[in-house]
Structure formats: structure tokens, C-alpha cells
């Protein structure tokens, strides 16, 4: 989001938690002026099966064919049933990760909304492999939503939680952005996982990160709300999971780069806020 934000892609598998990301898509799609992309994909045979049986080739073909112009059809009754009309529909076959990143890439899309674990997921702790790989491969945006509602709740507070590093910057700023687009409120959040921290040390760094944030605003003439909250808890994806639930978050900000201290590298505590949390997450990459 360097750059305005012009292209949304969707991908779904029919489940119910892609309804709701549909909802989703479609409000950040309306509120950025944005074109949405829908995709579904079908899965292909393996390789294998076309060599092991190479006279059933066309059949199996034809079976791939008839699929996708099924698929077609349930994407478009499912997006008219939503009342949300894509700019682009697109049903594509290959590995559903793979797919996605690679149509993310063709159609230059700035964000891409899926479901935590659509068809995949069987339990509720667990991302599906297809949004995991999707997290761990995509260089833009990913908005991970929770799968429950079907229907978008209001974004008026976003939580960005904290460590602190240098390489924050790139969550502020997409933070920032997002605050202002959807007028809410930026809460930055510090989580104590041990106890005797220092508190005094904590607030300088919050009064420094804030003050370069309240810098940026009164520069340019804009006016977001800013606060800071420190909590504690045993592991720091549970406070941030606990704060963003009782405290009535739309969203959370996180990125998925790996910090010196390790602890918000995806597979430890951005990965277990997404498959915990029942707030959305914009998990946003290294390179973007």
C-alpha cells in the first residue's frame, strides 16, 4: 500500500468463511475506490495419473473442463447471493497457493482476501494449508478474516501490536493508511510476557514512536486518533487475541518478518493470532 491500492483479489473455495471474506473484499474494495478480482481454483489431476493412464487423458480433461464451468457458475450465483458483483471473474485449475499467488501478481493486485481455513481447516486453531501458503509466499497484503459472520463488522478501531524494532515502520504506515481510509482510531499495543518489565522503559519508547506519528499527522493536515495500551499475558499472541476481542477491534495489523527477537515471525505469534483471533488480520509481508 505504498502506492493507492487499486486491485482486490478474492479467492474463494465456496465455504462459508469466503462469504464472509467476500464481505470483507468488497468493503475495502468500495472504501479504496478499488477493482475486485474473484477467483476460484480447481484442483488438477497430478501428473501421475495422466501418465499412468495416458488413453483417459481426454476424459480426465473433460472432467477438468466440465468443473471448472460448474465452478464458474456457483462463483457467480454465490457472488449475486452476496449482492456483490466482481469486477472480474476468473476460475483457474493448479494448486490453489500457487494459483493465487501467481494471479495476485498478473492482475497487480494490492491486497488479497482470503478465509482463515475454508475447506481445509478442521479444527478451530488451525489456518487451512492454502491460507498458510498464502501468508508465507505473498509479497502484497493478505486480509485473513475470521469465518464466522459472513458480514463485516465496523472498522472503526485498529490494533497494531508492538515490539518496538526498527523495522516497524512499514506496519505504521500501512496502519496509517487504513486509519484514514476507514476514519478509525490507530491503538498501538505492547504486550508484557514477563513479569518485572521495566514500565518506564516502555513508555519512552511509546512517547518516541508517538511522537513521530503525531508529527506525520499535524504535517500533513491529517487527524487519526492515536493511543498506546500495554497489557500482560503468559505469551504475547494471547494478549493480543484477549485485547482485540473485549475490546470491540475491527482489525488487526500485523507483518510477517522476521524480528532479531523471533517472537512476530510467521509461525509464532502472527500465525497464532490469524488462527485464534475472531478479529480480521491484515498480515502484510517483508516486501511490501
Known sequence: MKQALKTILWATDFSEESKEALAYARTFAATFGAKLVALHVVPDFA???????????????????ATKISAKAQLDHMCRTAGACPD???????????VILQTAKKESAGLIVVGRK???????????SVTHQVLRGSHVPV????????????????LVPTDFSSGEDIERDH????????DAGLFFLYVLEL???????????????????????????EGVQICEEVVKAVHAWE?????????????????????????????????????HSRVPVFAIPRES
Do not use: C
Request: no cysteine; charged share 30%; proline share 2%.
Open 47 to 65: 501428473p501421475a495419473l495422466y501418465e499412468a493412464w495416458p488413453e483417459a487423458r481426454a476424459e480426465l480433461a473433460g472432467k477438468v473442463e
Open 88 to 98: 472480474k471473474v476468473l476460475v483457474a485449475q493448479g494448486s490453489a497457493a500457487k
Open 118 to 128: 475454508g475447506v481445509s481447516g478442521k479444527e478451530r486453531n488451525l489456518i487451512g
Open 143 to 158: 486480509l485473513v478474516t475470521k469465518g464466522t459472520d459472513a458480514k463485516v463488522q465496523p472498522i472503526k478501531k485498529i
Open 175 to 182: 496502519a496509517w493508511r487504513l486509519a484514514k481510509a476507514f
Open 195 to 221: 513479569f518485572g518489565h521495566d514500565f518506564r522503559l516502555t513508555d519512552e519508547m511509546f512517547a518516541s514512536v508517538l511522537k513521530k506519528l503525531k508529527a506525520r499527522g499535524k504535517k500533513a493536515g
Open 239 to 275: 494478549g493480543i487475541v484477549e485485547h482485540a476481542e473485549t475490546k470491540g477491534f475491527g482489525l488487526i495489523v500485523m507483518s510477517t518478518t522476521v524480528r532479531k527477537v523471533g517472537r512476530f515471525l510467521l509461525g509464532s505469534t502472527t500465525e497464532k493470532v490469524i488462527a
